[in-house]
Structure formats: structure tokens, C-alpha cells
């Protein structure tokens, strides 16, 4: 069974630009997470979705957004990037609707210079 | 106060001892309890979750609850140099979701 596939991996971007990541989660899996790991900060919480609907959302500001599709795989984009967005993204296939048991990609490096 | 508490580490025991990895919670309607571990470079991966009271063994793992302190343990028995990582306890407030509140991580190292 395919794990749960995130690209890219690696990217670098410039403060102002736009990101657009993508996660396929396992098959079958319905529900999608993201997360954002930073040294200093740990995982936080980015946002939730289920069935092409976002079911939570973390404090993050409105620059970051995602989506899910149809076929369950989903994207988050981050507009006009700061130096702090610097961070490894993780997406995280669930296999409930409310387990709380991840199973998480390898992650988007993001370096914004 | 943060909402989830790990003790950063390291924590460093010999091989062949038990590694006791401590967390605490803010939250007293959290209902469900996870531990990840995370190696070097890698994702966080899933090693044990934990819903009622009392103690849950799986393997050389067990996990300990106590909803009444707000406290949540992992034990590790028969360490291995292969259990060096840095373990990530999280929590699930009730209510529907799967989101997680993670502690910011307890790196432990197995020596030699």
C-alpha cells in the first residue's frame, strides 16, 4: 500500500513569492492534514479536511490556504512568503473520520530567501 | 502555559535500560493521546496511542495515562541504540477532527 506522497520535497523560494504544495494521502484515506514543523516552534496545526471540506483550521494567517480534491489529494498554498515561513510542511492521511492517528508524508522543505 | 509539555532532553540511557519519556497537558477534555517518534531528517511516525486510564503495552512500549494529573508517559524497555529520536507526545481535544496538539519533542539517546 502507497504511502502517503508529498511534492516537492525541496524548494526555495524569494520573501513575496507564492507556494503551492501538494499531498496525495494513502488510498482510501479521506481526511488530510497539514503541519508546520520549525525548530522552535514544534508542529502546529495548520488545517483539517474531509471530503473536500476544511474541518478545523490552526492560527495561521490568512496568506495560508489549502484545498482538497475529489480523489481526496490536497494542496496548501502560502501566498506572499515571509522569512518565517521557512519550515518543513507535513501532510497527514487519517484514516477515520476522527481518530487522531496520522500517518505523515515526508514533508515540503520550504527555504524562503 | 504551553498546551502540551515535554521535558527537551536529551535524555541519555545506557542500552538495555528503560527510557521513561514524561508529558503533560493543558487541556482537561483532551481525550485522545499519541506518541510519535521522529528520527533525524524523517516525519514523525506513529508508535502508540493511548484513550482511558491506566497503562497500555505494545511490544517494549508502553504508554501510561493519568486523565486526573493531566499526564502522559511513554516507557521504553530494552532500549536500543535504534530508539535514538526525539519523541513527539500529542493530544486530541474531544469533539470531532483529527487535530493534534503536539509537544515540541524529548530527544532521547541510547548509548553503547
Known amino acids: 500500500k502507497a504511502g502517503v506522497t508529498q511534492t516537492p520535497r525541496y524548494l526555495i523560494k524569494t520573501r513575496g513569492q507564492q507556494v503551492t504544495l501538494s499531498c496525495s494521502p494513502i488510498?482510501?484515506?479521506?481526511?488530510v492534514s497539514w503541519y508546520q514543523q520549525t525548530p522552535g516552534q514544534g508542529l502546529q496545526f495548520l488545517f483539517e479536511?474531509?471530503?473536500?471540506?476544511?474541518?478545523n483550521k490552526g492560527n495561521f494567517p490568512g496568506r495560508f490556504s489549502g484545498r482538497q480534491f475529489s480523489n481526496s489529494r490536497s494542496e496548501m498554498n502560502v501566498s506572499t512568503l515571509e522569512l518565517g515561513d521557512s519550515a518543513l510542511y507535513l501532510c497527514?492521511?487519517?484514516?477515520?473520520?476522527?481518530?487522531?492517528?496520522?500517518?505523515f508524508g515526508e514533508g515540503s522543505r520550504l527555504t524562503v530567501l | 502555559q504551553k498546551e502540551v509539555e515535554q521535558n527537551s532532553g536529551p535524555l541519555s540511557v545506557p542500552e538495555g535500560a528503560i527510557a521513561s519519556l514524561n508529558c503533560t497537558y493543558s487541556?482537561?477534555?483532551?481525550?485522545?493521546f499519541f506518541w510519535y517518534r521522529q528520527y533525524s531528517g524523517k516525519s514523525p511516525e506513529l508508535i502508540m496511542s493511548?484513550?482511558?486510564?491506566g497503562d497500555k503495552e505494545d511490544g517494549r512500549f508502553t504508554a501510561q495515562l493519568n486523565k486526573a494529573s493531566q499526564y502522559v508517559s511513554l516507557l521504553i524497555r530494552d532500549s536500543q541504540p535504534s530508539d535514538s529520536a526525539t519523541y513527539l507526545c500529542?493530544?486530541?481535544?474531544?469533539?470531532?477532527?483529527?487535530?493534534?496538539?503536539f509537544g515540541t519533542g524529548t530527544q532521547l539517546k541510547v548509548e553503547l
Open positions: 500529542a493530544v486530541k481535544p474531544s469533539g470531532g477532527g483529527n487535530k493534534l496538539t
Open positions: 497527514a492521511s487519517i484514516a477515520g473520520t476522527s481518530t487522531g492517528e496520522l500517518f
Open positions: 493511548i484513550y482511558s486510564n
Open positions: 488510498s482510501g484515506h479521506r481526511s
Open positions: 479536511y474531509f471530503s473536500e471540506t476544511q474541518r
Open positions: 487541556d482537561r477534555g483532551s481525550q485522545s
